[in-house]
């Protein structure tokens, strides 16, 4: 398992983004984010997550309280990505804050 160094809570799905998209998309998730106010999550519980591809495990902590601010985020970041044909967020959200992670799925081996 690798400890995290820095904290992120995931607001979309791991894409690939063409180049020349960057800045576009950038731009408009600026845009609409920066009318949101600040949010305030409290996180409890071990929770256990695998990517689709089943190449990565990871352990965090479940957002407890905040997670209708944290939505609405993930609501902003969706419409962006449906205007360059990227995949939106999952459609059962739980939201986290990933703690340590390892390759494959290691599930059978807790």
Same mark, same amino acid.
């Given at each position: 398992?690798?400890?995290?160094?820095?904290?992120?809570?995931?607001?979309?799905?791991?894409?690939?983004?063409?180049?020349?998209?960057?800045?576009?998309?950038?731009?408009?998730?600026?845009?609409?984010?920066?009318?949101?106010?600040?949010?305030?999550?409290?996180?409890?519980?071990?929770?256990?997550? @695998?990517?689709? /591809?089943?190449?990565?495990? %990871?352990?965090?902590?479940?957002?407890?309280?905040?997670?209708?601010?944290?939505? $609405? &985020?993930?609501? @902003?970041?969706? /419409?962006?990505?449906?205007? %360059?044909?990227?995949?939106?967020?999952?459609?059962?959200?739980?939201?986290?804050? $990933? &703690?340590?992670? @390892?390759?494959?799925?290691?599930?059978?081996?807790?």
């Amino acid at each position: 398992l690798v400890c995290k160094d820095e904290l992120h809570l995931s607001l979309s799905r791991t894409v690939p983004i063409q180049h020349h998209w960057i800045e576009p998309l950038m731009s408009k998730l600026q845009s609409m984010i920066i009318k949101k106010s600040s949010v305030t999550m409290t996180l409890s519980n071990l929770v256990y997550y @695998c990517n689709e /591809e089943q190449t990565r495990s %990871f352990i965090g902590l479940e957002v407890q309280h905040g997670e209708r601010e944290v939505s $609405s &985020l993930v609501d @902003c970041v969706d /419409e962006c990505f449906k205007q %360059f044909g990227l995949p939106i967020f999952y459609e059962e959200k739980s939201f986290h804050v $990933s &703690l340590l992670w @390892c390759l494959s799925d290691i599930l059978p081996f807790l």
